[in-house]
């Protein structure tokens, strides 16, 4: 989509600003100075909806906001009210956080004006691009999931004043514990700037994770006071350790919900453009937030594209994570993998080597595309987690299926040239690895809907005793299991990911949907880690970064690999159809390199190797002959 580049531009004399808003009828620059007053300057619109304004004299620091005038008509996806004072959806920064407030979702004629209330664009110079560099990640490598803010809250050697902030995520302490564990890529849970749905606030909670946002430009001030500079100076530390960096965004909604929503910035100027509406006007929700915006629409696919631009020229982030990405793909006929923006994302010059990651489901129609997003992406592996976790458990019938996710899931994606999965036991929603032994149920009573959400069905165990216990036998069983799931994630053919902490077996007390929890249940406790599953975690690594057999993620042959019973031999067709069968070995027929798997309640004999109950084993050549 052509057009002058949207947002503020700093020149020689002053500062030019152009906003996209076809269907209002005025539009007003709103200055502010130190005391808040405001300076309204009238915009003057083109023909193609574009509307801007010269002024002199100011530059960056210059704090500002858009108000626009126009039709009211919700229904008709026309939100005009002056009294709104809007974000630019330009504006790379801000000057301080969202804070919900009900009178920004009041309708037109019955709230105040929200300047009070309402975080104001900061006119920002531009860093000078970064040389992009071809990405530091490579499929088959080891993800590590992070939630800044509470990733560091509780870090003993990060200093206090940078705790739960992106700029940690530098600090030679956090960069060492990467290392340990051969991180590949940081993946960033939603650092852009985000607003709490509008139902947390009576139950004193906020929004910890970050996924309803308000602006694709902006990070949050809460965890990059910094702005652009903390992120790309972290990003410049961790390259140079050698590890990637991956922004998961989310472009499926933003944080201005449903009809009841506040009126912040998209929806005040272009909703018509932006957001997915039903013939009569009804906004779609196929996210389950309100709204859905509309990726494949041209205005829409322009921002998109100019914001992951941002974060790759400004930052030099190796790639991106899309929270339930069907929404990229979807069209009126459904989701396709060669729609418009999947397909300008493929092509386009900057982004075009970037690591693309999907997260395959959405509630939508035609919402799980597990397997369908094409070369180019890899996708989070549900199926890998749900037959790994029901394997560990002690499901019947399940031994199949942990074969097939050892072996990079061919099932799923078999059309490839090479397993796109990205293979996973827990992510930031579910429980975590350390409580998928510890609760058969999820417990977020805390979360204040009366434990309905987070996922029911979890295929979770809890030794015998639901939640916390101070039996150390139920203690010893626990650690055993977290050693065991560990040991087939970090011995599974492909990428892996493993969510922060739980290498040390953190716990969020059993809630499986802590997205409201910025607290103790949600930071991660370094203090307490467990040091014997830590060593585990760091041995896995070791090895899996000596066995490119396990990192690879071309398809293997019958020629490679070899399915063998505790006697050595090849599995028959009965055994691998036996119900009760929860042992195999998995073996590389070049390397020797061999996998032991019991998943029995005893200990069990693979020839001269005894592996221990609920166990996984991996052993190179020369071990097993020694």
């Keep these: 989509m052509n057009g002058p ?6 020149h020689a004399q002053g500062t030019r600003f152009h906003v996209r808003s076809p269907d209002a009828d005025r539009l007003w620059l709103c200055l502010f100075d130190a005391e808040e007053r405001e300076t309204r300057l009238p915009m003057v619109r083109d023909g193609a909806g574009i509307w801007s304004i010269d002024v002199p004299g100011i530059g960056e620091g210059t704090r500002y906001g858009i108000r626009a005038d126009g039709g009211y008509d919700p229904g008709a996806g026309l939100w005009f009210d002056p009294d709104k004072l809007l974000l630019d959806p330009y504006a790379a920064a801000i000057d301080r956080a969202f804070v919900y407030d009900p009178a920004l979702a009041a309708p037109r004629g019955k709230g ?4 009070p209330l309402m975080p104001k664009g900061v006119v ?49 302490a956090v960069i060492d514990h990467l290392r340990r564990l051969h991180v590949s890529a940081v993946e960033l849970m939603p650092i852009n700037a985000w607003i709490d749905e509008r139902h947390l606030g009576p139950l004193g909670l906020r929004n910890a994770w970050g996924y309803n946002p308000v602006s694709y430009f902006a990070l949050d001030p809460r965890l990059a006071p910094g702005g652009m500079a903390e992120l790309r100076a972290a990003v410049q530390a961790l390259h140079e ?46 996210t389950g937030t309100g709204n859905s915006i509309d990726c494949n629409h041209p205005v829409a696919q322009r921002l998109i594209l100019d914001s992951l631009r941002h974060f790759v020229s400004a930052a030099g982030v190796d790639g991106f994570r899309f929270d339930l990405a069907p929404a990229l793909g979807r069209l009126a006929s459904g989701f396709d993998a060669r729609a418009p923006l999947l397909e300008a994302m493929r092509a386009d010059p900057l982004l075009s080597d970037r690591i693309m990651i999907a997260e ?20 989070w592996n549900d199926r890998y987690r749900d037959d ?67 996922h029911g069905e979890n295929f979770s165990w809890n030794n015998g005793v639901e939640g916390p216990s101070a039996d150390p036998t139920v203690q010893s069983a626990r650690r055993r299991d977290i050693k065991a799931l560990l040991g087939t994630l970090f011995c599974s053919r492909g990428t892996i990911m493993l969510t922060a902490g739980d290498e040390f077996g953190r716990s969020q007390q059993g809630n499986n949907n802590a997205y409201a929890q910025d607290n103790a249940i949600g930071w991660i406790d370094w203090a307490g880690r467990d040091r014997e599953i ?93």
């Design 534 to 626: 830590e060593a585990h975690a760091f041995a896995l690594a070791r090895l899996r970064a000596s066995q490119p057999d396990l990192s690879d993620t071309c398809w293997l042959a019958a020629a490679d690999v070899e399915w063998l019973d505790e006697q050595g031999q090849p599995l028959t067709v009965a055994q691998w159809e036996d119900p009760d069968r929860h042992c195999l070995m998995m073996r590389f027929r070049k390397s020797g390199f061999t996998i032991f798997i019991n998943g029995d309640d005893q200990p069990r004999s693979f020839g001269a190797v005894q592996v221990p109950a609920r166990t996984v084993l991996p052993v190179a050549a020369e071990q097993e002959g020694g």
């Design 112 to 115: 105040a004006d929200t300047a």
């Design 241 to 286: 350790a050698g590890i990637g960096v991956i922004l998961d965004m989310v472009y499926n909604h933003d944080g201005e919900s449903d009809r009841q929503g506040p009126t912040l910035s998209l929806r005040g100027l272009d909703a018509r453009s932006y957001f997915r509406h039903e013939p009569d006007g009804r906004l779609i929700n196929d």
């Design 360 to 379: 395959p489901w959405d509630i939508g129609p035609g919402g799980y595309q597990l397997g369908h997003f094409g070369e180019g992406w890899l996708e």
């Design 124 to 172: 920002t110079a531009p860093l000078p691009p970064v040389s992009v560099a071809p990405p530091k990640f490579r499929p088959g490598g080891l993800i590590y999931e992070v939630q800044a803010r509470g990733f560091t809250m509780l870090h003993p050697d990060i200093p206090q004043t940078q705790r739960g902030t992106i700029a940690a995520l530098g600090h030679p």
């Design 5 to 10: 580049a949207l947002g503020p531009q700093i």
């Design 388 to 454: 790994l976790r029901r394997f560990w458990r002690g499901d019947r019938g399940t031994l199949g299926a942990l074969a097939t996710r050892l072996a990079g899931s061919s099932d799923i994606f078999g059309g490839s040239p090479a397993t796109r999965t990205i293979n996973f036991l827990a992510a930031h929603d579910g429980f975590t690895l350390a409580d998928i032994t510890a609760y058969a149920h999820r417990h977020n009573e805390v979360n204040g809907e009366q434990n309905r959400d987070g």
